[in-house]
Nanobody, 114 residues
């Protein structure tokens, strides 16, 4: 069964940066498309970034120009570089399949303060 282990979250001031990592096991990593999702308090989980194939990426309008998704097939790891963080980026961040999410991991909490 696929498993997701997210890390790298924390407390950061607005304007700061964080880099999230997600190690994925139990799946053929290299042939799948992966996404980063987030869920803020009282809101639905949303897809913020996805990486398809080797280099095709897409990010939501709310994070465009600030977040970058990448993958390392040798390490079965997906990354999310988050720059110029805003208060509204506060959420629990998860990784999963880009199109059809499976069982969710624990996620990693990102809290942006003023």
């Amino acid at each position: 069964q696929v498993q997701f282990v997210e890390s790298g979250g924390g407390l950061v001031q607005a304007g700061g940066s964080l880099r999230l990592s997600c190690v994925i096991s139990g799946s053929t990593f290299s042939i799948n498309n992966w996404g980063w999702y987030r869920q803020a308090p009282g809101k639905q989980r949303e897809l913020v970034a996805e990486v398809r194939g080797g280099t095709r990426t897409n990010v939501s309008d709310s994070v465009k120009g600030r977040f970058t998704i990448s993958r390392d097939n040798a390490k079965n790891t997906v990354y999310l570089q988050m720059d110029n963080l805003k208060l509204e980026d506060t959420a629990v961040y998860y990784c999963n399949y880009a199109s059809y999410p499976s069982v969710w991991g624990q996620g990693t909490q990102v809290t942006v303060t003023s």
